[in-house]
């Protein structure tokens, strides 16, 4: 099942070289767990609800042990501080969800597990 990992960071006005060098070479680190960038900072977008004050970024990876190698890789782990020490924000892995996923389906085994817990 696909996996990803979701930045929600926060750039300064003017990016300090040790970012794009962070930039440059994050791709590298990637590459091994089969990591590709499916959204990076967007500029276009449109906040349709609640706010959103930072750059979105989302990496796709084949399985979620893919997403964690790579968070927790020596030369992943080495480029960390690059973007972290001029760039606050929060970065989570999260499983996908599996080819056919049924959403009402879902609603409505949370609703029977619901009433389980409440008879």
């Known amino acids: ?3 990803y990992a979701i930045g929600n960071l926060h750039p300064k006005p003017v990016l300090d070289e040790e970012v794009f060098t962070y930039m440059e070479r994050v ?10 960038f499916l959204v990076h900072g967007a500029p276009e977008r449109e906040v349709r609800e609640g706010t959103w004050p930072g750059a979105l970024v989302i990496i796709g ?11 927790e890789s020596e030369p992943y782990r080495a480029l960390i501080p690059l973007r972290t020490r001029h ?19 879902t609603a ?3 609703r029977a597990s619901s009433a389980d ?3």
């Open 1 to 3: 099942m696909t996996a």
């Open 27 to 36: 791709q590298a680190t990637l590459d091994p767990f089969g990591g590709r």
């Open 61 to 71: 990876f084949p399985t979620y042990a893919d997403a964690r190698g790579w968070y």
């Open 87 to 105: 760039m606050a924000g929060d970065v989570l892995l999260i499983d996908g969800v599996a080819p056919g996923y049924d959403p009402a389906a």
């Open 108 to 110: 409505a085994s949370r």
């Open 117 to 119: 817990d409440t008879a």
